[in-house]
């Protein structure tokens, strides 16, 4: 499968199988389109008719039939080679990838289903994910580390989340559990690698300075302007709290030494120029930082629609030529969604199968029940099992083993397979009942940004 598309006047050709990426000129980008379905005749024959007119200097000599019939043969050579027009050798292995063990590498813990802001867009309903306000207990808490360590098989390095809610509002059970979980990592040989995600209300002194010590990464929310954090981040009395929180980003950004952290807003239909939100973070000194599309109901005022697209794609183009731009400046800025390896990046399996919920990946509720992740919280068609018995529902585990890209229609010709690896399986449940779908808008999003991605390493290359 190949790829093409022209963007910010590069013309580029991705290799969907074998990962290659070609930047070329035109004559040989229209020869590629035609390589599969025409003759070496026909090509030559239509691309001397095309460019019969064109300047010899355009591309450094007179566009003839040695001109083509040398593309031509580069052409070859790369499909010789394997690096373009490959096929797919991994439909197979995923056969053997589904009869894998079950091995839990990952919880995400609510340690707080409440929360000090009424974000318009929270799909937690106010942190309390459809049940109760609750806070984990240390207890629960500490069933789950032993769960996860039981669990892990002979994984050596475990990650959990803090979440929410807002995990802060119940920050002593989180240091407790930490100082847990250092202590059953010299017992188990295991490597716990903490994070946080917090909306930064509570964040003081004494909060960053423990996060400093523990958390791999920490996750701060905010959406952007100050117009737009206030309207969809107000706190419950309804006034805004962007000026609460700014400063406090700030302070905590530069204590981590702009590393190890990112400032995670979202976008909505209100503000389809989010790539304006995306500049301001950065010049609020922000280095890390990743601003997402809304997932919401159609009849949701903020929700994006399929009319949106358009001006969403172009915002992406504008973004990713700004990023160039700035690139080895001192206004140079990470944006989450175009980070992208090229050379190594995720082994097969997670290209194949995401981000594993459901089966390597877990959420964890204050009252200890086990759910495929955290956006299935409070469905009970998904409650697994609890910390304490385990997973009682082998079943859901099994379905998710299944849910890759290979399993989804949507996904099994689409060029971006191997790097969105099928999509989020909650959003294509929410919108279509079923985890083996995918949602449209996303996906649409997904592919852009994939694009702009690779178009920034190309300028990059081109820079170097």
Do not use: W
Not at 184 to 198: A, G, N, P, S
Not at 246 to 268: E, L, M
Request: hydrophobic share 35%.
């Amino acid at each position: 499968m190949v790829h093409q598309y022209k963007n910010n006047g590069y013309n580029i050709v991705l290799d969907v199988n074998s990962g290659a990426i070609h930047v070329v000129d035109d004559v040989t980008y229209d020869a590629i389109a035609m390589y599969e379905e025409s003759d070496r005749d026909t090509i030559v024959k239509k691309l001397k008719d095309k460019y019969k007119e064109c300047p010899p200097d355009a591309f450094g000599g007179k566009v003839d039939e040695a001109y083509i019939c040398e593309a031509l043969d580069e052409i070859e050579q790369l499909r010789q080679r394997q690096e373009l027009f490959t096929q797919d050798v991994y439909e197979d292995y995923i056969g053997d990838f589904k009869r894998r063990p079950t091995v839990v590498k990952a919880l995400c813990l609510h340690i707080a289903h409440d929360c000090n802001l009424k974000c318009r867009y929270c799909f937690a309903d106010e942190g309390e994910y459809h049940g109760k306000r609750e806070l984990m207990s240390f207890e629960v808490g500490k069933a789950a580390l032993d769960f996860l360590i039981a669990n892990s098989g002979s994984r050596k390095n475990l990650e959990v989340d803090f979440f929410g809610g807002e995990p802060t509002m119940n920050f002593q059970v989180v240091k407790d559990l930490v100082a847990y979980g250092r202590e059953q990592e010299k017992i188990h040989d295991k490597k716990f690698r903490f994070t946080l995600t917090t909306n930064g209300v509570l964040l003081n002194d004494e909060i960053m300075e423990f996060a400093n010590r523990e958390m791999g990464n920490v996750v701060l929310s905010i959406d952007g302007r100050r117009e737009i954090h206030d309207y969809m981040r107000p706190a419950k009395g309804g006034q805004g709290s962007y000026d609460t929180v700014v400063p406090k980003f700030q302070k905590f950004a530069d204590s981590r030494n702009q590393n190890n952290y990112y400032v995670r807003g979202t976008f909505t239909h209100h503000n389809l120029d989010f790539s304006k939100d995306v500049l301001h973070l950065a010049k609020l000194g922000f280095k890390q930082i990743s601003v997402e599309p809304v997932v919401a109901r159609e009849t949701d005022d903020y929700a994006i629609r399929e009319t949106d697209l358009e001006q969403l794609f172009a915002e992406y183009d504008a973004l990713a030529a700004e990023m160039v731009k700035r690139h080895g400046t001192d206004q140079d800025f990470n944006f989450f969604h175009f980070m992208i390896d090229l050379e190594g990046g995720p082994c097969v399996a997670k290209r194949l199968s995401g981000c594993g919920s459901g089966t390597e990946y877990l959420a964890v509720t204050p009252a200890g029940d086990l759910y495929p992740c955290h956006q299935f919280v409070g469905n009970e068609k998904f409650l697994m099992g609890n910390v304490f018995d385990g997973v009682v529902r082998t079943d859901i585990s099994d379905e998710f083993k299944g849910c890759n890209v290979y399993a989804k229609e949507k996904c099994r010709e689409c060029f971006a397979k191997f790097y969105c690896s099928g999509g989020c399986a909650a959003n294509s449940y929410n919108f279509h009942g079923d985890i083996h779908n995918a949602y449209d808008i996303g996906c649409a999003l997904q592919k852009k940004r994939v694009e702009c991605a690779i178009m920034i390493k190309a300028a990059l290359a081109e820079n170097n």
